[in-house]
């Protein structure tokens, strides 16, 4: 049994190709042995309200013309279908929030309404020219590492501008796109600002994600995760198509169980040291 599948996408993400399915997910699930999903679709603000601290900085929420929030009501009406029509898969509603430190007050009233079993704190873009910018836009913009540096700044700043997730996802997620020309992705040059993140997550005691779209967090930081205090993981495919879920999770167990962390009694909890 693999363990649960915090971060899957289904067809009602703003980002979904048309393969994405909720249902096709359930049944991924069930056919590679994952036990349990959170289904974590976007939630991503394109406009504010008072007490936004976007509005107070006055920057532009769009990144992307296809960019719409998510329909909770239609959402959780598929959650609910998907639990009674697979009862032994244990099902998760959730929600991965876009830079949840920017819309503060609009992410506590949907999070409050809504109810979510999981939800995920995401930074995906980072203030730049006077608007939230796309994280692997900044490529072309600014030399490699003042990109990342400049991502997990931000990221610090997500973690303790907003309580209203619990699991941090992707943390070093603009490596996606790092470029071919800058060499190889070595994380042992931004050690001080890994460092930095994780020690602002572990004190407010939340869960760090290994996220398995990404390229695999190295044992060397999940010792990093260790060191800080942190003490729970979170393992996440990441998944927009249904063929995704669970994916790599043999690969990324390998690798939390090296750095100590095991299930609990209860397996569709977090994984804890
Ligand atoms: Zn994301
Ligand atoms: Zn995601």
Same mark, same amino acid.
């Given at each position: ?34 036990? /349990? ?13 008072? +007490? ?25 009406? $598929?959650?609910?279908? /998907? ?16 830079? $949840? ?7 506590? $009233? ?10 995920? +704190? ?7 020219? +006077? ?115 669970? $994916? ?26």
């Amino acid at each position: 049994m693999l363990p649960p599948d915090n971060h899957v996408h289904t067809q009602f993400s703003w980002d979904a190709p048309g393969v994405a399915s909720m249902a096709g997910s359930c049944e991924q699930a069930l056919a590679v042995g994952v036990g /349990c999903v959170a289904f974590t679709d976007h939630l991503d603000f394109t406009d504010w309200t008072d +007490g936004d601290l976007i509005g107070e900085e006055n920057l532009d929420p769009r990144r992307y013309p296809a960019m719409r929030l998510l329909d909770v009501t239609g959402y959780l009406a $598929a959650v609910e279908e /998907c639990r009674g029509r697979y009862p032994d898969l244990r099902i998760l509603s959730g929600a991965e929030i876009g830079e $949840a430190h920017m819309f503060g007050a609009s992410a506590a $009233a949907l999070v409050a309404a809504a109810r979510f079993d999981r939800v995920l +704190g995401s930074l995906h873009a980072v203030p730049f020219g +006077g608007r939230l910018t796309a994280a692997d836009e900044l490529f072309g913009r600014l030399p490699a590492d003042e990109v990342m540096r400049r991502y997990f700044a931000e990221v610090v700043r997500l973690i303790e501008g907003s309580d209203v997730f619990e699991v941090l996802a992707h943390l070093d997620f603009p490596r996606r796109n790092w470029p071919q020309a800058a060499g190889p992705y070595d994380e042992a040059a931004f050690e001080a600002e890994y460092r930095a993140v994780l020690r602002a997550l572990a004190d407010s005691g939340r869960v760090l994600e290994v996220n398995t779209k990404s390229p695999l967090a190295s044992v060397t930081l999940m010792g990093w995760w260790r060191d800080a205090g942190g003490r729970a993981v979170s393992f996440g495919s990441d998944a927009h198509q249904p063929w995704r879920v669970g $994916a790599k999770f043999k690969l990324a167990v390998d690798v939390v169980e090296a750095a100590g962390f095991r299930a609990g009694r209860d397996r569709f909890d977090f994984w804890r040291l």
